[in-house]
């Protein structure tokens, strides 16, 4: 997150204070509540958050009794997304792959005979957010879009919780994901989910009585996710303050790479075959066409009838009688392939019979020049 990020939440913890120096004792309204003339902020499962100087308080009032989708589900608190809405988150973290993305999870807070559990209904993206490689900036502009888009499409739903996006490094969650989450987003049921579009890692964490605790798994329309294990934070345990092993980060961000660079991998393994599949297309289009033509030419070619030209009739006679018999001229527009095979055949007939005629005048010029040769021999004879 920015420095501007840091300093706004800090001037809003000090203005925070000095509102419970003043009254004692505060509500926290937000801007739904204000323009619905409400003096208190209820969350998501119906909680008045009550803000005192030694901490936060919460009075349960009428939460809804609905059944978990999946029956024997066991987790800190269930969470359960709805398919739409799961769809658009991760096409919101997808669509961006060079920066964070960031939004608000819109549901209910529910109970059943196992306890309260947490149904995400819709995703409110946060497309007036700055955002760069690695921090996203709520800002008053922000949440002004949040509240009318929340007020306009899902006026009965709540805000639950909060999502953003670690394009390529991880699920883990920073030291100022955490604090936005503990101080704004403290209500014990809402949640903050972070996934990595190119890994296709996600995490969720919620805020406990024992301090940031982080879920194994959510569901989707009632079938199970796995989170994966977050890492400690600066070298910090998340629930209990431990320090993390010296070499966790570095192993942290040498996985982060081989992550980036399978997923950099795979998006082009994916492009190479897409590329082999359009050429495949088109050569297979290419095949049907040129069948196509050939089937259409040797049935459907235009082949014209026969026209005839002229008819010419004669007596013939068979045996003792006499019959007319007719000889018809016609004309015919072959294909040309067809023409080309006739004119082949004519000219080697025509060749064939030429050949044939000069043999044999080539003979009868050999007996007539035999002739003058015998005749002095009789007129010799003769007395």
Not at 29 to 35: L, N
Request: charged residues 20%; aromatic residues 8%.
């Amino acid at each position: 997150m920015t420095l501007r990020l840091m300093g706004w939440l800090h001037g809003l913890l000090l203005r925070m204070s000095a509102l419970r120096q003043l009254e004692g004792e505060s509500y926290v309204t937000s801007e739904r509540d204000k323009k619905s003339g409400g003096g208190s902020s209820a969350d998501p499962a119906g909680k008045i958050l009550k803000v005192k100087a030694g901490g936060w308080t919460e009075k349960q009032v009428d939460i809804p009794w609905k059944e978990f989708p999946t029956p024997g589900a066991r987790e800190a608190l269930r969470v359960n997304f709805s398919a739409k809405a799961y769809a658009d988150l991760i096409c919101n973290a997808k669509e961006d792959l060079s920066s964070e993305v960031c939004g608000i999870l819109a549901g209910e807070i529910c109970q059943d005979s196992n306890g309260n559990h947490v149904s995400v209904l819709a995703v409110v993206r946060g497309t007036s957010a700055r955002a760069g490689v690695n921090h996203v900036t709520y800002t008053q502009e922000t949440w002004n879009q949040i509240h009318q888009k929340m007020e306009k499409d899902h006026p009965k739903l709540h805000i639950i919780g909060w999502y953003h996006s670690h394009p390529g490094f991880g699920v883990e969650f920073s030291d100022m994901d955490l604090f936005i989450h503990e101080n704004f987003f403290s209500g014990s049921g809402q949640i903050a989910f972070v996934t990595d579009p190119l890994g296709g890692d996600e995490a969720i964490c919620i805020k406990s009585n024992h301090g940031i605790e982080h879920l194994e798994r959510f569901w989707v329309d009632g079938r199970e996710r796995r989170c994966r294990a977050s890492t400690p934070s600066a070298g910090k345990s998340a629930g209990d303050g431990e320090k993390a092993a010296p070499g966790a980060k570095a192993l942290q961000a040498v996985e982060n790479r081989l992550t980036q660079a399978l997923g950099a991998i795979e998006e082009l393994r994916t492009s190479y075959y897409r590329f082999l599949t359009f050429i495949g297309m088109l050569v297979a289009i290419g095949v049907i066409f040129w069948i196509g033509n050939m089937v259409y030419s040797r049935i459907w070619g235009n082949v014209a009838p026969p026209e005839v030209q002229a008819f010419l009739p004669g007596p013939v006679k068979i045996g003792n009688e006499w019959r007319w018999v007719g000889a018809s001229l016609v004309t015919q527009k072959l294909p040309p392939e067809v023409e080309q095979k006739l004119k082949e055949a004519e000219q080697k007939a025509f060749a064939a019979a030429l050949a044939e005629q000069q043999k044999e005048s080539g003979g009868a010029a050999g007996g007539t020049q035999a002739q003058p040769a015998s005749k002095p021999s009789q007129e010799t004879s003769k007395p």
